[in-house]
């Protein structure tokens, strides 16, 4: 959780920082603040260490009561360095003051004695030298687009669906393209009461996609919670509450995610847009899908799959050819900017709607826009009717403003379904629907210690689960699913 104050935090709001944001940042300083932490899952404060200005010694002077006062309850501190400071002697007094660990956005020239967490913005990404936790910037404040909302009500985007922002995509390819790290997303609450309630949503888009939310609070919500007000007080038990829900299921983020649809990129340079983009709105359109980074296509296994998207302009090299045709000939569509299956094929337009020309290989099909793959959102609009719906592995009926990751356990043979809504507003008469035919289903609430037995009706094929009210997540585990 970050915890702004002092001469560094005051520094960076300027003349904007008005007597009560004053008054709030002074208050924070003081170890009683701390209280606010007593109770809850968070034991990690993030604070500003050094940003090579003359107002790092007294911030460094202001942090070392609450250090000493937060270790005594078990808490650690990460130290924030920018750039502009000399990291060696900053370190050096971090060390002595109790800090654990340092946030760095540039990596160290010499060894700091203290462990680094770097970090970087989110499109410029290093994935080879992500440390073992890393923190990653420039994400979006979860939930429904401000500029689609007319008073309470979500205006349709040109998806006919709720225009949502949310950072899914880019936990799924961070696990993907760092596999077995800790990612901490860095981003700030917009500035606006109308948000108060909706930390707790932040907290379930982050962990149901596998990454964590490093908790940032408004300065009016802060300064709200100092005086005991009861619409925040409230909204930070709720947030307490979603992060406990998650920390008690740790294990799920060692799931792998389910989709029939494989995405292939480098996700890099050139491709990095497109790519991004494409798995962006993919989400959006609740398509589940796996990643697969293109150097490792030749040792992933289609096996499961319906359907593979070839994002990049590269062709496959000769091998990747092979396995890719394997895969088309046996029944699956591949989706690719170009045509590389065997001479003298005549392509068929599918229909006018979609513009793409379609090689029958096999049993399977090529599918090739006429034009290439130029904008991502077209792109995503048309994977989604080429693929269609009824190789699904999960749906969502009725879902208004909900999203759903579907992952599975092959240890155990567990399917695991977390659903996140993204309105303030609590999603009613949701049902899930999965493609296989349990009976019953163990549904999983935050602030329940124990799940709930619910039960399978059947979906002509699969089975559906009718949810009860979603205030902000719940997640279904079906144990006995098949991969």
Same mark, same amino acid.
């Given at each position: 959780m970050k915890?702004?104050?002092?001469?560094?935090? &005051?520094?960076?709001?300027?003349?904007?920082?008005?007597?009560?944001?004053? $008054?709030?940042?002074?208050a924070w300083t003081r170890p009683a603040a701390l209280d606010l932490l007593k109770g809850t899952p968070v034991n990690c404060l993030v604070v500003e260490w050094a940003a090579g200005s003359s107002d790092d010694s007294g911030q460094q002077q202001a942090l070392k009561p609450l250090i000493e006062a937060g270790r005594r309850m078990g808490i650690s501190f990460v130290g924030k360095i920018a750039s502009g400071a000399a990291p060696s002697s900053s370190a050096e007094s971090a060390r002595a003051a109790g800090i654990s660990a340092l946030i760095l956005d540039q990596p160290p020239k010499i060894s700091l004695n203290l462990p680094v967490i770097r970090q970087f913005a989110?499109? $410029?990404?290093?994935? $080879?030298?992500?440390?073992?936790?890393?923190?990653?910037?420039?994400?979006?404040?979860?939930? &429904?687009?401000l500029d689609t909302m007319r008073g309470d009500t979500a205006v349709a985007g040109p998806?006919?669906?709720?225009?949502?922002?949310?950072?899914?995509?880019?936990? &799924?390819?961070?696990?993907?393209?760092?596999?077995? =790290?800790?990612?901490?997303?860095?981003?700030?609450?917009?500035?606006?009461?109308?948000?108060?309630?909706?930390?707790?949503?932040?907290?379930?888009?982050?962990?149901?996609?596998?990454?964590?939310?490093?908790?940032?609070?408004?300065?009016?919500?802060?300064?709200?919670?100092?005086?005991?007000?009861?619409?925040?007080?409230?909204?930070?038990?709720?947030?307490?509450k979603t992060l406990a829900f998650f920390?008690?299921?740790?294990?799920?983020?060692?799931?792998?995610? $389910?989709?029939?649809?494989?995405?292939?990129?480098?996700?890099?340079?050139?491709?990095a847009f497109m790519s991004n983009e494409v798995l962006n709105l993919l989400n959006r359109n609740r398509e589940q899908f796996q990643i697969i980074e293109r150097s490792e296509a030749l040792l992933k296994a289609f096996t499961g799959l319906k359907a593979i998207l070839w994002l990049d302009d590269a062709a496959p090299a000769d091998a990747q050819l092979e396995g890719l045709m394997a895969f088309v000939n046996q029944g699956g569509l591949l989706i690719a900017p170009a045509y590389w299956g065997p001479s003298g094929v005549t392509p068929k337009i599918r229909a006018p709607a979609i513009d793409?020309?379609?090689?029958?290989?096999?049993k399977g099909q090529i599918a090739v826009p006429v034009e290439g793959f130029v904008n991502p959102y077209q792109v995503a609009i048309d994977v989604?009717?080429?693929?269609?719906?009824?190789?699904d592995l999960v749906r969502l009926f009725n879902p208004a403003t909900t999203n759903c990751h579907a992952s599975f356990d092959p240890v155990r043979r567990t399917q695991l379904v977390q659903i996140v809504n993204y309105s303030s507003q609590p999603a009613?008469?949701?049902?899930?629907?999965?493609?296989?035919?349990?009976?019953?289903?163990?549904?999983?609430?935050?602030? =329940? =210690?124990?799940?709930v037995s619910i039960p399978g009706v059947p979906g002509a094929p699969g089975t559906e689960f009718h949810l009860p009210t979603i205030a902000v997540t719940c997640a279904v585990e079906i144990e006995g699913a098949n991969a």
């Amino acid at each position: 959780m970050k915890w702004p104050y002092g001469p560094l935090d &005051l520094s960076q709001r300027g003349n904007s920082a008005i007597p009560e944001v004053k $008054e709030t940042l002074g208050a924070w300083t003081r170890p009683a603040a701390l209280d606010l932490l007593k109770g809850t899952p968070v034991n990690c404060l993030v604070v500003e260490w050094a940003a090579g200005s003359s107002d790092d010694s007294g911030q460094q002077q202001a942090l070392k009561p609450l250090i000493e006062a937060g270790r005594r309850m078990g808490i650690s501190f990460v130290g924030k360095i920018a750039s502009g400071a000399a990291p060696s002697s900053s370190a050096e007094s971090a060390r002595a003051a109790g800090i654990s660990a340092l946030i760095l956005d540039q990596p160290p020239k010499i060894s700091l004695n203290l462990p680094v967490i770097r970090q970087f913005a989110r499109d $410029e990404v290093a994935w $080879e030298a992500a440390t073992p936790i890393f923190s990653t910037t420039g994400h979006e404040w979860p939930g &429904l687009k401000l500029d689609t909302m007319r008073g309470d009500t979500a205006v349709a985007g040109p998806t006919g669906v709720p225009w949502v922002n949310s950072n899914a995509w880019f936990s &799924l390819l961070a696990g993907k393209l760092a596999p077995g =790290k800790i990612r901490w997303l860095d981003f700030d609450p917009p500035d606006d009461p109308k948000h108060l309630a909706t930390y707790s949503m932040a907290v379930a888009d982050s962990e149901a996609y596998g990454s964590r939310w490093i908790i940032s609070l408004t300065d009016e919500f802060r300064s709200a919670l100092l005086k005991a007000n009861p619409q925040a007080v409230a909204s930070w038990s709720e947030t307490c509450k979603t992060l406990a829900f998650f920390a008690s299921h740790r294990e799920w983020q060692s799931f792998q995610s $389910e989709g029939i649809l494989a995405v292939i990129s480098d996700f890099r340079g050139d491709h990095a847009f497109m790519s991004n983009e494409v798995l962006n709105l993919l989400n959006r359109n609740r398509e589940q899908f796996q990643i697969i980074e293109r150097s490792e296509a030749l040792l992933k296994a289609f096996t499961g799959l319906k359907a593979i998207l070839w994002l990049d302009d590269a062709a496959p090299a000769d091998a990747q050819l092979e396995g890719l045709m394997a895969f088309v000939n046996q029944g699956g569509l591949l989706i690719a900017p170009a045509y590389w299956g065997p001479s003298g094929v005549t392509p068929k337009i599918r229909a006018p709607a979609i513009d793409y020309k379609m090689y029958n290989e096999g049993k399977g099909q090529i599918a090739v826009p006429v034009e290439g793959f130029v904008n991502p959102y077209q792109v995503a609009i048309d994977v989604h009717l080429l693929v269609s719906r009824r190789n699904d592995l999960v749906r969502l009926f009725n879902p208004a403003t909900t999203n759903c990751h579907a992952s599975f356990d092959p240890v155990r043979r567990t399917q695991l379904v977390q659903i996140v809504n993204y309105s303030s507003q609590p999603a009613e008469f949701v049902s899930l629907w999965v493609r296989n035919n349990p009976r019953a289903g163990q549904l999983w609430n935050p602030g =329940k =210690k124990d799940a709930v037995s619910i039960p399978g009706v059947p979906g002509a094929p699969g089975t559906e689960f009718h949810l009860p009210t979603i205030a902000v997540t719940c997640a279904v585990e079906i144990e006995g699913a098949n991969a």
